[in-house]
């Protein structure tokens, strides 16, 4: 399967995504296409990983940057790295690809390329969300900030599919985000989507709020793009508060000095749980092409677990199984 | 200062609400009108201050339940510990009060018995948000859920003065909760409400997101009920799965134990610091009176803390602070 990574996109670009996508290439088998200034990624690349077969460089004259204004850069730009992943996908010379840049151009430039499913009026951005068991997934995380109720239903039934294929869950629970758990709480909004809900194709459970959604009462949660992302970045900012706190307690006492040395790898392996950019981005659903973008501070772990997310997504059909779903 | 608490409101009621009624009257000083079914108040505050002038009971016969629909319950029963409560306010009986009981309900009480301040459209929640320095102040929280953006500059006046008075922090920095920096970000009332918070009379930031919040970029951060719960229910989500992985950390390995026995008051101060239900419950701010809103989980601390925050707001005359700025 060949993959098209945008080799320029990220915080740390070109290095964390070249060293990532030859960790993928090794790890999975995949056929990496990376997609950027040949001048920028052939060091990088050839130091890493000579004359393999496996890694190709797609030269890309152009690059959005991370702070553009996404639909200006993805007019102006027609030759920058991140469209012509996408074109590479369109015209089945890729079967789909990973991008850690400007994440609103990102959508833009998959929307503009390859355009919507047929029966979904938003594609959505759904990130994985840790919770007690593993991972849920939260949909709409930022795509679409003002959304009509009509639109949560087709979120679901597209959240369902990748709960599903991707990340093995049978029968995935729905909820809604809200402000309680009855029926009848929230805004006008949330009171519409939920009997859209109810009537959708999907395991619907009922409005939900954080504490079921991180203790995994549900496996897919459902918001419009503006609360998604408040929501996702509430829980960015507890976590730093807290990982704040208990080092500035563990330091204050000589005795736990020593402990808190010990405890050190046990700290990291809960962060990293907690840190949903290690694990693999966020699929763009509801567009007819597979897209995981990154967050833009991804390091090559977060690359390399991407790429492998994009060759899930592709194996398992994503795209079609949407289309299927949606038609029925 | 007398001051009236609703005996009968919280998950715990009466038992914890005694508890800490008798705590605060003894640690602050103020007279306690414990408001309730005599029967069920008295032995409860004669095992534990018996004969004492500093606290009274005043019977009300009915209670309003947690899960009661609140307009309803407040019509249906006004003879509710909790009405009463606002009528002791209402008649100059009382300076303040506190209920832990049904947070719709307390604030459709406080509403209909003591009215809106002149120039405020809908009075708000403001919930202690935990953060790096301190605690800043979230609203609304929880209110109103569907809110016109004029709204948004009255929640940032009335949480100014909130922060200044009885947090003690100059010229409180306030801050949209958007999902992105820059002007222009947000759904259509987020850029609505960031062009009137520009040109209201507080020390407006600009838009802010989870981790600006926690880590105490500013001090107040203003949105509509609907988002603000959701933010808060968010980190509370968040905090209790990073405590049950760490707990579930520190089991796993052998060499873990002893130190995770020596880290278990260090976690708890943590815990506690993120706990805002401890730190003396929510203001319901824009109404005619005093009242604070404790969590309905609130245990006897939290509702000595409260109780002192009452005292807190009545003496910095919160209600007389937000009149003057608003008239301004």
Same mark, same amino acid.
């Given at each position: 399967?060949?993959?098209?990574?945008?080799?320029?996109?990220?915080?740390?670009?070109?290095?964390?995504?070249?060293?990532?996508?030859?960790?993928?290439?090794?790890?999975?088998?995949?056929?990496?296409?990376?997609?950027?200034?040949?001048?920028?990624?052939?060091?990088?690349?050839?130091?890493?990983?000579?004359?393999?077969?496996?890694?190709?460089?797609?030269?890309?004259?152009?690059?959005?940057?991370?702070?553009?204004?996404?639909?200006?850069?993805?007019?102006?730009?027609?030759?920058?790295?991140?469209?012509?992943?996408?074109? /590479?996908?369109?015209?089945?010379?890729?079967?789909?690809?990973?991008?850690?840049?400007?994440?609103?151009?990102?959508?833009?430039?998959?929307?503009?390329?390859?355009?919507?499913?047929?029966?979904?009026?938003?594609?959505?951005?759904?990130?994985?969300?840790?919770?007690?068991?593993?991972?849920?997934?939260?949909?709409?995380?930022?795509?679409?900030? #003002?959304?009509?109720?009509?639109?949560?239903?087709?979120?679901?039934?597209?959240?369902?599919?990748?709960?599903?294929?991707?990340?093995?869950?049978?029968?995935?629970?729905?909820?809604?985000?809200?402000?309680?758990?009855?029926?009848?709480?929230?805004?006008?909004?949330?009171?519409?989507?939920?009997?859209? /809900?109810?009537?959708?194709?999907?395991?619907?459970?009922?409005? +939900?709020?954080?504490?079921?959604?991180?203790?995994?009462?549900?496996?897919?949660?459902?918001? #419009?793009?503006?609360?998604?992302?408040? /929501?996702?970045?509430?829980?960015?900012?507890?976590?730093?508060?807290?990982?704040?706190?208990?080092?500035?307690?563990?330091?204050?006492?000589?005795?736990?000095?020593?402990?808190?040395?010990?405890?050190?790898?046990?700290?990291?392996?809960?962060?990293?749980?907690?840190?949903?950019?290690?694990?693999?981005?966020?699929?763009?659903?509801?567009?007819?092409?597979?897209?995981?973008?990154?967050?833009?501070?991804?390091?090559?772990?977060?690359?390399?677990?991407?790429?492998?997310?994009?060759?899930?997504?592709?194996?398992?059909?994503? +795209?079609?199984?949407?289309?299927?779903?949606?038609?029925?």
């Amino acid at each position: 399967m060949k993959i098209a990574v945008d080799a320029m996109g990220g915080d740390h670009a070109p290095d964390v995504v070249v060293e990532g996508a030859v960790n993928a290439a090794e790890e999975t088998g995949h056929h990496v296409l990376l997609v950027g200034r040949t001048d920028a990624v052939r060091p990088l690349l050839d130091r890493r990983m000579p004359r393999s077969g496996k890694i190709e460089i797609v030269e890309a004259s152009d690059v959005i940057e991370m702070d553009e204004q996404p639909a200006q850069a993805v007019r102006r730009k027609p030759g920058a790295s991140m469209v012509i992943c996408a074109e /590479l996908v369109r015209d089945d010379v890729a079967s789909g690809m990973f991008s850690a840049g400007n994440t609103g151009a990102c959508m833009a430039v998959c929307l503009l390329r390859w355009g919507r499913i047929r029966g979904i009026d938003r594609p959505a951005l759904a990130i994985p969300l840790p919770n007690l068991r593993g991972y849920g997934v939260l949909l709409d995380a930022g795509a679409n900030v #003002d959304v009509p109720a009509a639109c949560f239903a087709q979120f679901a039934v597209m959240g369902s599919v990748y709960a599903h294929e991707v990340l093995g869950i049978q029968e995935p629970k729905v909820g809604l985000v809200n402000i309680g758990e009855e029926e009848g709480k929230g805004n006008e909004q949330a009171r519409a989507a939920f009997q859209l /809900l109810r009537a959708a194709p999907v395991n619907f459970v009922g409005n +939900v709020e954080g504490p079921d959604l991180f203790m995994a009462r549900v496996d897919v949660a459902v918001c #419009d793009g503006f609360t998604g992302n408040v /929501l996702l970045k509430a829980g960015e900012g507890l976590a730093e508060l807290m990982m704040t706190l208990i080092r500035a307690e563990l330091k204050q006492s000589f005795w736990l000095r020593l402990p808190s040395v010990a405890l050190r790898p046990a700290f990291a392996r809960v962060k990293g749980r907690l840190d949903y950019a290690e694990q693999g981005g966020a699929p763009l659903l509801g567009v007819n092409g597979v897209c995981i973008i990154g967050h833009g501070r991804s390091h090559s772990r977060a690359v390399a677990n991407a790429i492998r997310t994009v060759g899930e997504a592709v194996r398992h059909g994503i +795209v079609e199984r949407i289309r299927d779903r949606v038609a029925d």
